[in-house]
């Protein structure tokens, strides 16, 4: 994972290619083969639980995208206040605020909206709405205060920020004193050549 973009990358385009990706996916999952998705590939790929999985919206599911099951690293405190960076339809989102109490609730921070519409219905759907937030939001510009989480999580995220230095600093920012990160992503084992990594849609991929 390089901490930062090649000199020169177009920004812009690269965040456009990931918005329309994963806009995509959230309507349709069929139509981005590339990508391994789906409840049935969280739970024989990534461990998730068959029934939690099967407890939330089919809407939410069938466009989860994770790398990895970040809530094997410990549940949240009931009280907590989490951040999900990169909720996408709210797979990671929805089962971290079932597992909240009353008072706890859970921020999800989203780049696409019909991504965020979906966490918001499943969020609806469950009745978990007064415990959910999502927003829309890039993981280099937080849209919560300083010091105001007890939990961050994000799943296969990172890897599509070009900045991840300063995502890294937003991330430490937000976070409580003594607050925790669980993180899952995907890492390089050998360097790419220039030509790739400046290409968006190998990013978006």
């Known amino acids: 994972m390089a901490l930062i973009g090649p000199p020169g990358f177009d920004v812009a385009r690269m965040r456009r290619e990931v918005r329309d990706t994963y806009e995509r996916l959230a309507a349709d999952p069929t139509s981005v083969g590339h990508l391994n998705h789906g409840a049935a590939y969280a739970r024989t790929h990534l461990g998730y639980d068959a029934a939690e999985l099967a407890a939330l919206p089919a ?15 410990g549940a949240p405190d009931p009280d907590a206040t989490v951040l999900d960076i990169g909720c996408g339809t709210g797979t990671d989102l929805l089962l971290t605020a079932q597992r909240l109490g009353p008072h706890g609730r859970v921020i999800g921070v989203d780049p696409t909206p019909t991504m965020r519409m979906r966490a918001r219905e499943g969020a609806r759907a469950l009745g978990l709405g007064p415990r959910v937030d999502v927003r829309p939001g890039l993981a280099e510009e937080l849209p919560l205060g300083s010091s105001s989480v007890d939990l961050v999580q ?15 600093s937003e991330i430490h920012r937000v976070l409580k004193p003594g607050g925790r990160l669980h993180l899952a992503d995907v890492l390089l084992h050998h360097d790419l050549h220039e030509h790739e990594r400046m290409e968006p849609r190998l990013w978006a991929a």
């Open 154 to 168: 994000t799943n296969g995220v990172l890897n599509l920020v070009v900045d991840k230095v300063r995502a890294f």
């Open 59 to 73: 809407s939410t599911t069938r466009a989860f995208v994770g790398v990895a099951n970040p809530h094997r690293l």
